[in-house]
């Protein structure tokens, strides 16, 4: 099992890396606050660095101190990446909120929620004209 996962682990790793990189790098590129901007160079920083750790990884057959650090820059990345998300989705409601505050606009709207019509209202009239 261990040694399947020693195949497979580096091409999921580089798609996470991808993935990542990709992520960050929006957030760097639409956001003007600029705690989100610092939350994206936190997380593609960090995304590179780590890959950089697994090459070593690779390069010097594992060691132990190597395996540990390569733990840790992932604990690290993994706490940046919601850091990150936490702070992009604070940002994105307090904007929609100011947003539909401005406008006069509904908060339900602000949010995405859709308004639909009620089926209380429509059977209501159906029942009054039988």
Same mark, same amino acid.
């Given at each position: ?69 390569? +733990? +840790? ?35 339900? +709207? ?21």
């Amino acid at each position: 099992m261990l040694l399947r996962l020693r195949v497979v682990h580096p091409a999921i790793a580089v798609a996470g890396a991808i993935y990542l990189i990709v992520l960050s790098w929006r957030v760097l590129r639409r956001t003007e606050t600029e705690e989100t901007k610092a939350a994206g160079r936190r997380v593609f920083s960090l995304t590179i660095l780590q890959v950089a750790a697994g090459a070593v990884n690779l390069g010097l057959l594992a060691p132990l101190p190597m395996q540990m650090s390569h +733990l +840790l820059i992932a604990d690290v990345l993994w706490i940046a990446v919601v850091l990150m998300v936490t702070e992009v989705t604070a940002t994105e409601s307090i904007r929609h909120g100011a947003e539909a505050a401005a406008g006069g606009g509904d908060m339900e +709207l602000a949010i995405g929620l859709e308004r639909r019509p009620t089926e209380r209202g429509s059977s209501a009239r159906h029942s009054s004209a039988s």
